[in-house]
């Protein structure tokens, strides 16, 4: 079974802080997204990549930056937190560029104070 | 991209058979039907998907009709861990994105 696995499933940050949430998948996808879930907004795509070292902007990439340096990892990064990134932040993999058979993390619900 | 209408929930009896509706009546002719669900609290989980035949795996069924503008998801034997929200998404070309919508809300009852 594909694995994906998120650093922390809660945290807690303080407006200004930078934030890195870190994402690693175990079945050698090229793909890997950021989304983020609000109530009543649902799933909102923030990056991707499909390759090591390259990243795509998604629909709401203001505020985020992101980095994978290895094929298993990527990671999200708020470089100065503010009370509307409060979010539940999810990752994906796929195999591909074309699957949309994503497999996802568990999420990570970060509260920034 | 299609869109896609779902029921806002549905119940169904624990043991018996849950069939969850989807229609995409502007689906065009390379989208493929792609069904996942999401627990309360958790990621998003991947069930299946279809272009125009019927398929089925561990998980589910999945019916699309022959005119393909939609499409039902069968979960055969539902127990209680099947209560989540399941969203039907039309996807196609290579942006790689899914677009969740509000999806149907299951809730499997003892």
């Known amino acids: 079974d594909v694995k994906v696995t998120q650093s922390s499933r809660y945290l807690v940050k303080r407006t200004g802080e930078k934030v890195f949430l870190e994402c690693v998948q175990d079945?050698?996808?090229?793909?890997m997204f950021w989304y983020r879930q609000d109530p009543g907004l649902g799933l909102r795509l923030i990056y991707f990549?499909?390759?090591?070292?390259?990243?795509e902007k998604g629909d709401i990439p203001e505020g985020y930056s992101v980095s994978r340096e290895k094929k298993e990892r990527f990671s999200l990064i708020l470089e100065s937190a503010s009370t509307n990134q409060t979010s539940m932040y999810l990752c994906?993999?796929?195999?591909?560029?074309?699957?949309?058979?994503?497999?996802f993390g568990p999420g990570t619900r970060l509260t920034v104070t | 991209d299609a869109k896609t209408t779902q029921p806002t929930s549905m119940d169904c009896a624990e043991g018996r058979a849950a069939n969850l509706p989807c229609n995409h009546s502007?689906?065009?002719?390379?989208?493929?039907v792609y069904w996942y669900r999401q627990i309360h609290s958790q990621g998003p989980q991947y069930i299946i998907h279809?272009?125009?035949n019927n398929e089925t795996n561990e998980m589910a069924s999945l019916i699309i009709t022959e005119d393909r503008k939609s499409s039902t998801l069968i979960l055969p034997h539902a127990t209680l861990r099947d209560t989540a929200v399941y969203y039907c998404?039309?996807?196609?070309?290579?942006?790689?994105?899914?677009?969740f919508g509000k999806g149907t809300k299951l809730s499997v009852k003892p």
């Open positions: 502007t689906i065009s002719g390379n989208e493929y």
């Open positions: 994906a993999s796929s195999l591909d560029f074309i699957s949309y058979e994503q497999y």
């Open positions: 990549s499909y390759d090591v070292k390259m990243k």
């Open positions: 998404i039309v996807r196609g070309g290579s942006q790689g994105n899914l677009i």
């Open positions: 079945m050698d996808h090229e793909n």
């Open positions: 279809g272009l125009k």
